[in-house]
T-cell receptor, first 114, second 119 residues
Framework: QQQVKQSPQSLIVQKGGISIINCAYENTAFDYFPWYQQFPGKGPALLIAIRPDVSEKKEGRFTISFNKSAKQFSLHIMDSQPGDSATYFC?????????????FGRGTQLTVWP | EAQVTQNPRYLITVTGKKLTVTCSQNMNHEYMSWYRQDPGLGLRQIYY???????DKGDVPEGYKVSRKEKRNFPLILESPSPNQTSLYFCASSLKKPGQGGSGANVLTFGAGSRLTVL
């Protein structure tokens, strides 16, 4: 059973546009939600993360929006650039869990056209 | 340089020939994990380790073995590889396990990946 559902699978955006990637979860115990960015031929790297005590976190052009009641969170990339073309993974984990699990979504391949 | 090093980066092998993919980190991280990445399926966790001699199964452990005899190393062993294990494999580590510790403690550092083809 997939713990974190991510959409869309692929996304094409024009340069300067807004890219939006959505994730949803069912486990209300999740309390840490990171996003990882992966460039072709590289391993993923942390982009930005949020905890559920805030509804939004912004770092430069990247913003996470979190809706606790809907059990959804999303990544917004403002003024998308060709250099943002990558695969993006959302993820979730439970703080304090005895397990060492970070559950990833299936990823979104973003292409930004110049 | 702080990093996770995987070897080999590329490997073509045949069904049934045992192989080991090594993973080493130089950051004194407690938590280490193996993932496989397949098109449309994202990153699926194979095994993880929360410390020396402590390992546990992820979502897709069948056909794989791991060991954590030293803190820095976490090899992935395929005792009898099969074609369905053809995949891109990533090792990752973090100071603490996911969700534990303060800011940055549970950020995963990934290796560059090992592309495995089983014929």
């Amino acid at each position: 059973q997939q713990q974190v559902k991510q959409s869309p699978q692929s996304l094409i955006v024009q340069k300067g546009g807004i890219s939006i990637i959505n994730c949803a979860y069912e486990n209300t115990a999740f309390d840490y939600f990171p996003w990882y960015q992966q460039f072709p031929g590289k391993g993923p790297a942390l982009l930005i993360a949020i905890r559920p005590d805030v509804s939004e976190k912004k770092e430069g052009r990247f913003t996470i929006s979190f809706n606790k009641s809907a059990k959804q969170f999303s990544l917004h990339i403002m003024d998308s650039q060709p250099g943002d073309s990558a695969t993006y993974f959302c993820a979730a984990s439970v703080r304090g869990s005895t397990l060492g699990r970070l559950y990833f979504g299936r990823g979104t391949q973003l292409t930004v056209w110049p | 340089e702080a990093q996770v090093t995987q070897n080999p980066r590329y490997l073509i092998t045949v069904t049934g020939k045992k192989l080991t993919v090594t993973c080493s980190q130089n950051m004194n991280h407690e938590y280490m994990s193996w993932y496989r990445q397949d098109p449309g399926l994202g990153l699926r966790q194979i095994y993880y380790s929360m410390n020396v001699e402590v390992t546990d199964k992820g979502d897709v452990p069948e056909g794989y073995k791991v060991s954590r005899k030293e803190k820095r190393n976490f090899p992935l062993i395929l005792e009898s590889p099969s074609p369905n294990q053809t995949s891109l494999y990533f090792c990752a580590s973090s100071l603490k396990k996911p969700g534990q510790g303060g800011s940055g403690a549970n950020v995963l550092t990934f290796g560059a990946g090992s592309r495995l083809t089983v014929l």
